[in-house]
C-alpha cells in the first residue's frame, strides 16, 4: 500500500492485520515488531484452552481477540469489545482477514449500569495513542450505549480482559454476578494511581488472589526481528487474578513479590 494510504496491511506474528501506523504504541508496534505486547499474548495463550470462552473488553484493532480467537478455536467464543467507532472497523476487519467466526465483535462500553456515554472521536490521520482515550470524562464526540457484562448472561467463561482506560472499576461492578457465578480469571489493567487500591479492594473482596503481570511492550525476539526498542522500556501494568478454586497457577508470571503485597507503581520498568 502507498506511505499516504490511511492504514496500513501486513502478516504479523499472530495473522494479517490491518493498523492505522499513526497509533503511538498498537499501530507503530505492529508496523516496527510485526505484534503488540507479545507477553500479554504468551498468557492469553498460556491460560485459555480449546473450546474456552473468554471476554477481551477494550479490544482495541483486536490484536489480542485473534491470538484468543485461535487458542479457543471453533468450539469456543470470544466476545470482543471496543466503543471507538475506527478502532471497531478495524476489530471487525482483523477478525474477518483471519477467519475467525466465533468472534463476536460488539462497539459498546462496558459499565456498571445501562447508559449512554460521550465517545470521543480521533483523527486518523494524525499521530495519536488512539488507544488511551479517557471516556469518563468527555463531553465532545459520538454517543455511544453502555451494557454490563452481566446483561451477556454467560453459561461459562474462562477469562476476562479488562483494559478500558480507568473504567476498570466500574467494568468489574457491571460483572459481579459473572465473577460470583462463573470465578473466570481476571487480567485487569491497573495504571491510574488514583483508581488503584479501589480496584484492588473490589478484587480482594470478590475472594481472588492476585499479582502483578508487567509486560514490556519491546519483546528482543519480536517477530520482524527489530532490535531497536523505540518504547525505551515502557511497559504495561495488568493484575492477574485468580479465584481460590481455580486450576491455573500463575507464578511462571509472578514478578517476585508475594501476592496482594506489592503497592502501586507506575508503567515504566
Known amino acids: 500500500?502507498?506511505?499516504?494510504?490511511?492504514?496500513?496491511?501486513?502478516?504479523?506474528?499472530?495473522?494479517?492485520?490491518?493498523?492505522?501506523?499513526?497509533?503511538?504504541?498498537?499501530?507503530?508496534?505492529?508496523?516496527?515488531?510485526?505484534?503488540?505486547?507479545?507477553?500479554?499474548?504468551?498468557?492469553?495463550?498460556?491460560?485459555?484452552?480449546?473450546?474456552?470462552?473468554?471476554?477481551?473488553?477494550?479490544?482495541?484493532?483486536?490484536?489480542?481477540?485473534?491470538?484468543?480467537?485461535?487458542?479457543?478455536?471453533?468450539?469456543?467464543?470470544?466476545?470482543?469489545?471496543?466503543?471507538?467507532?475506527?478502532?471497531?472497523?478495524?476489530?471487525?476487519?482483523?477478525?474477518?482477514?483471519?477467519?475467525?467466526?466465533?468472534?463476536?465483535?460488539?462497539?459498546?462500553?462496558?459499565?456498571?449500569?445501562?447508559?449512554?456515554?460521550?465517545?470521543?472521536?480521533?483523527?486518523?490521520?494524525?499521530?495519536?495513542?488512539?488507544?488511551?482515550?479517557?471516556?469518563?470524562?468527555?463531553?465532545?464526540?459520538e454517543i455511544c450505549r453502555t451494557i454490563r457484562i452481566d446483561d451477556l448472561q454467560l453459561e461459562r467463561c474462562r477469562l476476562i480482559k479488562l483494559d478500558v482506560e480507568g473504567m476498570e472499576l466500574e467494568a468489574l461492578l457491571g460483572a459481579s454476578d459473572t465473577i460470583k457465578r462463573l470465578q473466570p480469571i481476571l487480567y485487569l489493567e491497573n495504571d491510574r494511581k488514583e483508581n488503584a487500591g479501589e480496584l484492588e479492594s473490589l478484587v480482594n473482596s470478590y475472594g481472588y488472589d492476585w499479582t502483578w503481570h508487567t509486560p514490556p511492550l519491546f519483546n528482543p525476539d519480536n517477530f520482524s526481528g527489530n532490535k531497536e526498542d523505540v518504547f525505551e522500556n515502557v511497559a504495561s501494568l495488568n493484575m492477574v487474578c485468580i479465584p481460590k478454586t481455580a486450576d491455573f497457577d500463575f507464578k511462571d508470571f509472578m514478578t517476585g513479590a508475594p501476592i496482594n503485597q506489592m503497592s502501586w507503581r507506575p508503567p515504566k520498568l
Open 1 to 141: 500500500m502507498p506511505d499516504t494510504a490511511l492504514y496500513k496491511q501486513k502478516p504479523c506474528r499472530h495473522g494479517m492485520m490491518l493498523y492505522n501506523p499513526r497509533d503511538a504504541y498498537v499501530g507503530r508496534s505492529l508496523d516496527l515488531y510485526g505484534e503488540f505486547s507479545e507477553g500479554e499474548a504468551e498468557f492469553f495463550n498460556a491460560v485459555l484452552r480449546p473450546g474456552d470462552i473468554a471476554l477481551d473488553v477494550g479490544a482495541n484493532i483486536g490484536c489480542h481477540t485473534v491470538v484468543m480467537a485461535k487458542r479457543v478455536g471453533d468450539a469456543g467464543v470470544i466476545v470482543a469489545i471496543e466503543p471507538q467507532r475506527l478502532l471497531y472497523q478495524l476489530l471487525s476487519a482483523n477478525v474477518a482477514l483471519n477467519g475467525l467466526t466465533r468472534v463476536w465483535c460488539m462497539q459498546t462500553a462496558v459499565t456498571r449500569d445501562r447508559r449512554e456515554i460521550v465517545v470521543p472521536e480521533i483523527d486518523p490521520k494524525r499521530q495519536g495513542n488512539f488507544g488511551g482515550i479517557d471516556l469518563r470524562q468527555s463531553n465532545d464526540g
